[in-house]
């Protein structure tokens, strides 16, 4: 069922968003001054998002009334360290004209009732060092910096050259 907020509501994605899909991760993106590097396609998120043999994220979906104002898009990970699993949110967006309303906040509570019921440890995700009112709202629920670690992250020609290098074996 999905969170009921006055007019505001979240609901599952269903294939049929992906089109939605794509237009909140592009906007994002733009948020994050990061249009330029958006290749995704319709294609590549349904098959990534519901293909049934294998399902590797998962959207949520924000609306107010029947306007879509934001969307999570999450996976689970696990920690060896807490020996369970955990969610990753890959992307938490609200729309310029309706922050401030608590969207963004029923988005993670949604998250975190998910990640509970599900047996998971914690729920994580990285925010870039600019985005100043991204940090404090999520300093406000509670969340804290992981101090003393970096992302690092294989793509493009160095993510091909290192599989090569396997093939090469």
């Known amino acids: 069922l999905p969170y009921i907020m006055s007019a505001f509501y979240i609901r599952e994605a269903q294939e049929s ?3 939605l899909i794509l237009e909140l991760i592009k906007d994002l993106a733009i948020y994050e001054k990061l249009e330029h590097e958006v290749v995704a396609t319709e294609a590549l998120l349904r098959q990534s998002l519901f293909n049934p043999l294998r399902k590797v994220a998962e959207v949520i979906l924000a609306y107010e009334g029947a306007v879509p104002v934001g969307y ?3 996976f ?3 920690s060896t ?3 369970v699993p955990g969610i990753y ?3 938490l967006f609200i729309k310029p004209d309706y922050r401030k309303k608590g969207y963004g ?3 993670l509570q949604h998250i975190a009732f998910l990640a509970k019921e599900r047996g998971c440890g914690r729920v994580e995700w990285s925010v870039l060092d600019w985005n100043t009112p991204s940090i404090e709202f999520y300093k406000s629920l509670g969340a804290r910096a992981q101090d003393g670690w970096s992302v690092y992250r294989l793509t493009g020609d160095a993510l091909t050259n290192l599989a090569q290098q396997k093939q090469q074996q």
């Open 105 to 107: 906040k029923a988005l």
């Open 76 to 78: 689970h990970n696990f």
């Open 81 to 83: 360290f807490l020996g």
């Open 89 to 91: 949110l890959e992307d």
């Open 72 to 74: 999570a898009l999450f």
């Open 17 to 19: 968003d992906v089109g």
